[in-house]
């Protein structure tokens, strides 16, 4: 859900105390199907919706409910979509070039992992409400499976090329560490004058991505389906930052194989900011959806 609910979190903390005072909304209806990439994961309704707590304040269930359909808002949902296309740009334009696409390739398929983001987060948000029961949640999720399948065949059909879809797995694996890098990272190498080469970023990148599957209790933020509001308070944030502490631990360790010592420390300070943030984005997610 982090890498999904990033890019708008600003928005949606700006809304927060203003979406808390209005009543509950009807739910989504059901999205249409039947093209790649549709959102057929999302199709699914919550049952039904959330009422208003004591004193008429808005629960978190119907927070998040508003907060779906605040989407369906023709002007915040053009800000949200091309939120996405500019983190699509962010993350995989290097990938783009790798595949040699022309601008109409190009543009094909970031209208297909458009379609895969906006999936990501529409369930995000269906997974964040406090009412769901453990059915309707497996129900969810092995909805988005078959969805993120049907989705796959669309993009490997795209490319037509199973080393090229293969290599943008490994991208879509990565994004986590592939944000990191992107919003923190190369600020702090360039701050040096030591900017990482294209080798050192991959092993970096291989490096994170093994210290997080390493690291036990730490949340996949690419997958979705582990997210649970009504897991998410404070000893669970502060289980994952002291999970995050340790992984960037053993990534600058590990990193002392390929990096010289002023890179090092532009690593450190890349991953003290980027855990500030990290907080900041759970922090947020939880006054809007979990429990204190």
């Known amino acids: 859900m982090e890498v999904q609910l990033q890019a708008a979190q600003t928005e949606i903390s700006r809304l927060k105390e203003d979406l808390a005072k209005k009543p509950a909304l009807p739910l989504l209806p059901p999205p249409s199907s039947g093209k790649p990439g549709a959102e057929t994961a999302a199709s699914s309704t919550d049952g039904a919706v959330a009422g208003t707590g004591p004193g008429g304040s808005t629960s978190t269930a119907s927070r998040s409910e508003m907060l779906r359909n ?22 995989y334009s290097r990938l783009f070039d790798q595949l040699g696409l022309t601008p109409e390739e190009k543009d094909n398929f970031k209208n297909l992992l458009g379609a895969r983001t906006k999936a990501q987060m529409e369930l995000g948000l269906k997974l964040m409400d406090q009412n769901l029961t453990p059915a309707k949640r497996k129900e969810l999720a092995e909805g988005y499976k ?41 600020n702090e190498f360039a701050a040096i004058n030591q900017p990482l080469s294209p080798q050192q970023e991959e092993q ?39 999970a995050m502490e340790a992984a960037d631990a053993t990534v600058l360790e590990r990193a002392k194989a390929f990096m010289s010592p002023e890179q090092l420390q532009a690593l450190a300070k890349m991953n003290e900011q980027f855990r500030v943030m990290a907080r900041a984005g759970w922090t947020a997610s939880q006054s809007m959806f979990g429990k204190k």
């Open 146 to 186: 078959t969805y993120q399948a049907e989705s796959d065949k669309a993009i490997e059909a795209f490319l037509n090329n199973k080393d090229d879809f293969n290599l943008f797995k490994r991208w879509e694996g990565t994004t986590a560490e592939r944000t990191k890098l992107n919003m923190v990272g190369r």
């Open 204 to 242: 970096l990148i291989d490096a994170m991505l093994i210290a997080r599957q390493e690291t036990p209790g730490i949340v996949n933020s690419n997958d979705p389906t582990v997210m649970d509001a009504s897991q998410m308070n404070d000893a669970f944030i502060q289980k994952q930052m002291q």
């Open 70 to 91: 605040m989407f369906k808002d023709p002007g915040m949902k053009a800000l949200i979509e091309q939120q996405q296309l500019s983190q699509i740009e962010l993350l």
